[in-house]
């Protein structure tokens, strides 16, 4: 069982941006994804990266956030760019030893991190 920690959440205008860090308690050759979650919305993808470097985004942040993940470090960070109030959520790192088209659903999943919440005002 891998443990994941995630940081970097906070409030920001619209517009503004904000960068979420997760750390993984051991080295970890999973899928690494991002989830998040609005009150009374089911879990949502946002985006994927496989140990390989390939990444996969949900439409709506496609072009706006960038995941990234540094294999050495056992982190995978998720850069948000041009925030919507709409991005507004509780934001899940996660860990799962599948890859696409698997690794955009949440029940892929066996690992997650506590959350972060991610606040857009307008």
């Known amino acids: 069982q891998v443990q994941l920690v995630e940081t970097g959440g906070g409030l920001v205008h619209a517009g503004g941006s904000l960068i979420l860090s997760c750390a993984a308690s051991?080295?970890?050759?999973?899928?690494l994804g991002w989830f998040r979650q609005a009150p009374v919305t089911e879990r949502e993808f946002v985006a994927a990266?496989?140990?390989?470097?390939?990444?996969y985004y949900a439409d709506s942040v496609n072009g706006r956030f960038t995941i990234s993940r540094d294999n050495a470090k056992n982190t995978v960070n998720l850069q948000m760019n041009s925030l919507k109030p709409e991005d507004s959520a509780v934001y899940y790192c996660?860990?799962?030893?599948?890859?696409?088209?698997?690794?955009?659903?949440?029940?892929?999943?066996?690992?997650w991190g506590q959350g972060t919440q991610v606040t857009v005002s307008s």
């Open positions: 051991v080295r970890t050759f999973s899928t």
């Open positions: 996660a860990a799962t030893p599948l890859g696409f088209p698997r690794l955009r659903s949440s029940s892929a999943y066996v690992d």
């Open positions: 990266i496989t140990w390989s470097g390939d990444t």
